[in-house]
């Protein structure tokens, strides 16, 4: 298994401690792989034309949008795999 070492901002540490908190992860190594695991699941969805929703506490369907993610409807049907 390949490890990773990077220096994290206090902004993303503050968020993998709370992913890690949230999830109940085992370390923020584990934290971190989850949202990995989140964002590749999303990428694929946009990649297919699928949209990603989120239903608020009133019932109402609202579309999430992500500006670091709304490049990738550019690229629809364009998959890319990774060997690693």
């Known amino acids: ?8 901002s206090d902004t ?5 401690s709370q992913i890690k908190e949230s999830t109940d992860a085992r370390s923020k190594a584990h934290a971190l792989s989850i949202a990995l695991a989140l964002t ?3 990428v694929e969805q946009i990649m297919k034309g699928n949209e990603l929703l ?3 506490k009133d019932g109402k369907l ?5 500006p670091e993610l709304e ?3 550019n690229q629809e049907g364009r998959v890319q795999h990774s060997s690693g």
């Open 71 to 73: 490049n990738i409807r």
């Open 62 to 66: 609202e579309r999430v949008i992500m």
């Open 12 to 16: 993303d540490a503050r968020n993998a």
């Open 54 to 56: 989120v239903r608020n």
């Open 1 to 8: 298994m390949p490890k990773v070492t990077m220096l994290l």
């Open 40 to 42: 590749r699941f999303v």
